[in-house]
C-alpha cells in the first residue's frame, strides 16, 4: 500500500498528467465512490432486487448481518445506544468501586486503631515482665540473706552455749 500510495503520489505531483489522471488515482486509493450505489441493477453480492441500499465496502471490514443494508442514521442511533448502555454500566461499576474503595478505608482505619491496641499491649507487657524480672531478682536476695540469718542465730545460740557450759 505505501509503494502503491508513493506511486500515487509521485503521479499526483506531475503537472502534465491533468485532472483525469488524478480522478483515476484517487480511484485506485479507493477514495472515491464512497456513499454511490453499484452501477448494476444488482445488489451487493449479487442479490438482484433485494430492496436493500448497499454501499460498496473498500476499507476491507465486512459487514455484519446487523450492518448490512442499514442507513448511517440507524447504525449511529445503535451505537449511540450502546454507548448509553456502556456508560450506565460503568456508572453501577463506579459506585461499586466507590462502595469497596470505602471499605477498604474502614478496614484500614480498623486495622490501624488494632495495631495501636497491640503496641499498647506489647507495651504493657514488657513493663510487667521487667516488674517481675526484678521482683524475682529481689526474692532472690531475700532468700539468700534469710539463709544466711538462719546460719547467724544457730551460730549465736551454740556461742550462747559454750559460754553457759563453760561458766556453769
Known amino acids: 500500500l505505501s509503494r502503491k500510495y508513493q506511486g500515487a503520489k509521485d503521479q499526483v505531483s506531475e503537472p502534465a498528467s491533468g485532472v483525469a489522471a488524478r480522478g483515476q488515482l484517487l480511484e485506485d486509493l479507493g477514495t472515491t465512490g464512497w456513499g454511490t450505489a453499484p452501477h448494476s441493477s444488482e445488489g451487493f453480492l449479487g442479490q438482484e432486487g433485494s430492496g436493500r ?3 460498496p465496502n ?4 465486512m459487514e455484519t448481518e446487523r450492518s448490512l443494508g442499514v442507513g448511517t442514521g440507524q447504525v449511529k442511533q445503535e451505537q449511540q445506544k450502546m454507548l448509553d448502555q456502556q456508560d450506565a454500566g460503568l456508572d453501577v461499576l463506579a459506585d461499586i468501586i466507590r462502595r469497596q474503595k470505602g471499605m477498604g478505608q474502614d478496614i484500614f482505619r480498623e486495622v490501624t486503631q488494632q495495631n495501636d491496641l497491640i503496641d499498647e499491649i506489647d507495651d504493657r507487657a514488657e513493663n510487667v515482665n521487667q516488674r517481675l524480672l526484678d521482683t524475682t531478682s529481689s526474692v532472690r536476695v531475700v532468700s539468700k540473706k534469710d539463709r544466711t540469718c538462719g546460719y547467724w542465730v544457730v551460730i549465736l ?12
Open 53 to 55: 441500499r448497499v454501499m
Open 58 to 61: 473498500r476499507t476491507g471490514v
Open 157 to 168: 545460740l551454740l556461742f550462747i552455749a559454750i559460754i553457759a557450759v563453760l561458766f556453769a
